[in-house]
């Protein structure tokens, strides 16, 4: 049975440990965009496991919702292939973002 207290206690945002390197690639502007859009995830309560991305820019993020641990977890941030971004080299770098 789960535990009363427990319900009501906001989730929690971590960004999961492969994903630190990508983040520190980004612009504040960005971080705090994807930021943003995980918080107000976490705000929403979901009481279901899901896998879900969204997109800032030509950045796709992924995540994870941990229903049980009340944990949203920034897991993955890849950059649109198709999307180049004006005024900057196109030699492929090596962690695709």
Known sequence: MKSPRNTHRPYTVEISAGAWSQV??????RYRAIQGHLERVASLGAQTEA???FQVDELHV????D???RLVTLVDITR???????GRSTEPKASGL
Request: proline share 4%; aromatic share 4%; charged share 30%.
């Open 24 to 29: 520190a690639r980004l612009s504040q502007e």
């Open 51 to 53: 896998s879900a991305t």
């Open 62 to 65: 992924q995540y994870t919702v």
């Open 67 to 69: 229903a049980r641990r």
């Open 80 to 86: 649109d292939k198709l999307v180049k971004p004006a």
